[in-house]
């Protein structure tokens, strides 16, 4: 039976006052990755460890709930806001217009509006809630207190064919203290057969949860943080296979996706990110990224400064290292997906198979050197490119010599990446760019035990120091690359 709960409002919630001195509990994840104890010295306080609040209750049925959803926000560490010229968040949208009772689950979050039967919303209100109590389990923070805009607590979920998938949206001027944690609500196709939808859901609901933290999240960390998340809630094979071999097949392309949409197995970098810098509690560094970006905006158009990428900046600055070789960093892990893979960059990708590996430009023979090369498609910033060669014929006194020159302004970072014969590393060789300069040579030597080498480069994005890669802003134009290599 349904019920319409769009009557009173429940009463409003109290709202745990924000002190220095007393952050609220759910700020404890801030702690689980270490790099983030720098970027606390830096930035602000963290908060302090609590047991976690009880996950939600996974339910198909659909009434007419009273209870409160309790509004317990963390305290947003935040990071000076920058002038910035970029456009408003693209993610903003007005809430769909809606004249049906919406069903609701008495034990959950969510109200569902306009699913055409009670199964329909069933199956949408039990796919939200598992998710939800997947990130519960985890350890990460409430979604906010949705009463001022929704008419009830709940989250709303709103049911629209047309929807290509579910996706979060926030809402702007709605955040509780002086922080953009605003609220949001969903908008999702009916669930298909498969298990695609099921994850864009759960993917939905993760961005949800992360505009608590930040509602002016750029649509491309938005959908990389919240795909990660996903991955973790609701895994598809299927669909995590389409997405990393489209990745794969052209690691040429900016890997956070077009600007202000969404980029195919842009959740591979978050996951580099915790099992490279964070303490085996999944999501825990992933939302920091977030809550350590977050602004203050007055109500109206939202811009994400600083972002996401602002705030890795600065953590990775004070650990001693940068954005830029982190990002390197990554593009070598992304060499070792699939059937690459020996288990020892990323965790758990040798499931994804031949699908996995990653496009190489050029596999060639050590004897056929010296040769130049180029590569299919010009690099777009954060694009990475591959090249392979094979060591046989070699000997101890062995060395091989490379130029590359490529297309300002912007910065080509290289590594040098030595393969033994089961295909693991043996060890690596780092190229920065001498600022301003498109050329770099190097010797490599001591290619003792290596069957192969593995040359990676990645367009850094940047043309000046001084204008670091913003994803929320107009990129360079993609660059190319000639790169000779000698005996």
Not at 76 to 84: A, D, I, K, W
Not at 93 to 109: K, W
Request: net charge negative; glycine share 8%.
């Amino acid at each position: 039976m349904t019920e319409n709960c769009s009557g009173p409002r429940p009463k409003p919630c109290e709202v745990r006052s924000v002190v220095a001195d007393k952050p609220p509990a759910d700020s404890r994840y801030r702690l689980r990755a270490r790099w983030l104890v720098a970027l606390a010295c830096c930035v602000g306080a963290c908060g302090d460890q609590a047991a976690p609040a009880p996950s939600a209750t996974v339910s198909g049925s659909i009434s007419q709930g009273e209870e409160d959803v309790p509004l317990d926000l963390p305290a947003p560490v935040g990071l000076p806001r920058l002038e910035s010229t970029e456009l408003p968040n693209a993610a903003l949208r007005d809430r769909p217009a809606t004249e049906a009772r919406p069903r609701c689950d008495v034990h959950g979050v969510f109200c569902v509006h306009d699913a055409r039967t009670d199964e329909e919303a069933a199956a949408l209100l039990s796919v939200a809630n598992g998710a939800l109590a997947t990130y519960r389990a985890l350890g990460l923070p409430r979604l906010p207190y949705d009463a001022p805009l929704g008419g009830d607590a709940r989250t709303d979920i709103y049911v629209r064919d047309a929807e290509p998938y579910a996706n979060a949206f926030a809402d702007p001027g709605s955040a509780t203290s002086g922080f953009d944690e605003g609220t949001s609500f969903i908008v999702t196709p009916p669930l298909r057969p498969g298990c695609h939808d099921r994850q864009a859901l759960a993917g939905a609901v993760a961005r949800a949860l992360l505009f608590g933290e930040d509602a002016a999240l750029e649509p491309n960390a938005a959908s990389m943080l919240g795909d990660y998340l996903a991955v973790r809630a609701e895994p598809c094979s299927l669909a995590e296979l389409e997405a990393i071999d489209t990745a794969q097949r052209s690691p040429e392309r900016t890997f956070t996706g077009e600007r202000g949409e969404r980029g195919a197995a842009s959740f591979l970098f978050p996951w580099f990110l915790e099992d490279r810098y964070g303490t085996g509690a999944p999501g825990m560094l992933t939302f920091a990224l977030a809550a350590i970006s977050s602004q203050k905006t007055t109500k109206g158009p939202l811009i994400d400064e600083p972002d996401v990428f602002d705030a890795l900046r600065v953590t990775q600055r004070r650990n001693r290292t940068s954005l830029a070789e982190t990002l390197l960093e990554f593009a070598i892990h992304r060499a070792f997906i699939g059937s690459r893979s020996d288990e020892t960059h990323m965790v758990d990708v040798a499931k994804y198979g031949d699908l996995g590996r990653v496009r190489i430009e050029w596999n060639v023979p050590y004897t056929s050197l010296p040769r130049t090369f180029k590569p299919l498609r010009p690099i777009e910033p954060l694009g990475a490119t591959y090249l392979y060669i094979d060591l046989a014929g070699t000997n101890a006194e062995s060395e091989i010599t490379f130029v590359v020159d490529w297309e300002p302004p912007v910065g080509f970072r290289w590594a040098v990446v030595k393969i033994d014969e089961s295909g693991s590393e043996l060890g690596r060789k780092e190229y920065e760019p001498i600022l301003g300069s498109s050329h770099l040579e190097a010797t490599i030597r001591d290619l003792a035990g290596a069957k192969a080498l593995l040359v990676v480069g990645i367009n850094e994005g940047e043309s000046r120091r001084d204008e670091p890669f913003d994803p929320g802003r107009l990129r360079e134009a993609a660059k190319s690359y000639v790169i000779t290599f000698a005996q």
